[in-house]
């Protein structure tokens, strides 16, 4: 089946840190990041390679979080990458 | 990211510095619906089969676990085993219903007008082996009912549920099919006019005087092998019958009349003892009396009765009248009382009136004469 993102990766050459897909602003999946720094209901945080991504919003929830992948739920406002 | 359907036990930690610590732990298990409480406080569950994991990564960095909480399907086996009474309960429940839905309990009967559905259910009733399901041969039951009941056309026996549903369709049985016809009757008394036969024999020729009653047509014919045949009368016979309208006149006649003088009396009771009366003997010499009985008023605590007689003083009138002096009313009223009995739109085709005399009293006899159809 066909994958946008795989695509994107195979096709374009673009540096591989970490990946951020934003779904309608209510799902945020992460991949590659580091560890988190911050965890609240309005503020998630977390390291990737280079930097530090921001997610602001409300009611957000880490759905799911594992080595190196996350699920972030809720009304997520902003994404900042530091 | 998959969808787990695993179960999971959620933990509730209390610990400074959480980030750093989850961060940890999520290298080793996967984290769910991590929830950041408080400051210190945080929830997340973890799939059970990581549990001891989780369990000895939290004991070993120092973080304090406040409430383990199982979830998912194991949770639900674990309180099965813990509660048996509930679930004994319920197979025994489950054992029951199994056992009783074998069984029919109830017989519903459709579609009967004609027939009793009553005799119908306890026929069915006594025609099954048992109200065992299996036992009961639903083709069987159509033929018995069949056989048993001449009315029934067609019939279907089925057990829906714990219900036998006999469904019924009753035969029509036409005149021509039975023997049972009944003779056109005369259904009033006059002298026949017309006479148009379609079926049966006649009893009667234009010209006859007939009474109600009279036998108009046989219930059959004979044919030509002289042979005597049933069949339903039918015919259409006409006949200019009477009607009688009456009217009395009495020369001398009293009558009662109230004078307008009255008394009137009451007693009170509570709870049946007459507390008070003012009753006195009645001094009218004729007199009519009246009699009620009721509250004494409305609202209040005490339920007192009151009983309440009225005697109305009267006189006796006597009048005395000439017949010839209420002649054109008393025939007219007379005339009245026959005419009730026209049917609509029917003509009326002679009326004449006798007066009859004697003792006083005259006796007004009004009567119309009309054409009307006598065969019933």
Redesign the interface.
């Known amino acids: 089946m066909f994958n946008f993102f795989d695509e994107i990766k195979n096709n374009l050459v673009v540096v591989e840190k970490y990946n951020l897909v934003n779904i309608s602003g209510q799902i945020l ?1 992460v991949e590659g990041h580091l ?7 309005e503020n998630i945080s ?1 390291r990737v390679k280079g930097g530090r991504i921001v997610v602001e919003g409300e009611n957000m ?7 190196n ?1 996350m ?1 972030i739920v809720g009304n997520i406002k902003k994404v900042e990458a530091f | ?1 998959r969808k787990n359907l695993k179960s999971r036990t959620k933990f509730k930690i209390k610990s400074l510095n ?3 610590k ?3 732990l ?2 080793l298990v ?7 409480i408080d400051k210190n406080l ?1 929830s ?1 569950e973890v799939e059970d089969e990581n549990f001891k994991l989780t369990k000895k990564f939290l004991e070993n960095n120092g973080i304090e676990i406040l409430e383990v909480e199982g979830r998912g399907i194991g949770k639900y086996i674990k309180f099965l085993f813990s509660n048996w009474g509930i679930v004994l309960a319920g197979v025994l429940l489950a054992i029951v219903y199994i056992v009783q839905y074998q069984f029919v309990w109830r017989i519903e009967i459709d579609g009967t007008e004609i027939l009793s559905s009553s005799e119908i259910s306890s026929f069915v009733s006594e025609a099954m082996p048992s109200q065992f399901k299996r036992a009961i041969d639903t083709k069987a039951l159509e033929v018995k009912l069949k056989d048993n009941f001449e009315r029934i056309s067609a019939v279907s026996v089925a057990i829906i549920g714990q219900t036998l549903v006999v469904n019924i369709s009753e035969a029509y049985i036409p005149d021509e099919m039975g023997d049972n016809f009944q003779p056109i009757v005369s259904q009033y008394s006059g002298i026949i006019t017309r006479i148009d036969l379609i079926q049966g024999t006649l009893n009667v020729k234009q010209g006859d005087i007939v009474r109600e009653g009279d036998v108009l047509v046989e219930p059959y014919i004979i044919d030509t092998d002289g042979e005597k045949r049933a069949v339903k009368p039918e015919a259409k016979i006409e006949a200019d019958i009477w009607i009688f309208g009456e009217s009395e006149h009495s020369e001398y006649s009293r009558k009662i009349e109230r004078t307008g003088n009255k008394a009137e009396f009451s007693e009170v009771y509570l709870f049946g003892l007459k507390i008070y009366s003012n009753v006195k003997e009645n001094e009218f010499e004729r007199y009519e009396s009246e009699e009620s009985e009721g509250d004494l008023s409305k609202n209040m605590l005490l339920p007192f009765k009151v009983k309440r007689y009225t005697y109305y003083e009267t006189k006796e009138i006597v009048e005395n009248s000439k017949f010839e002096e209420v002649k054109d009313k008393k025939i007219d009223e007379a005339r009245q009382n026959a005419l009730i009995y026209l049917q609509e739109s029917e003509i009326i085709k002679d009326e004449n009136f006798t007066v009859r005399s004697a003792g006083g009293v005259t006796n007004v006899t009004y009567i119309l004469t009309v054409n009307r159809e006598i065969g019933g």
């Open positions: 999946y560890g988190l720094t911050n965890l609240s209901k977390f929830l880490l759905a799911e979080l594992s080595e992948t699920k | 990211m959480q980030e750093k989850l961060s940890s999520a290298k996967r984290l769910y619906n991590v929830d950041r945080t997340f």
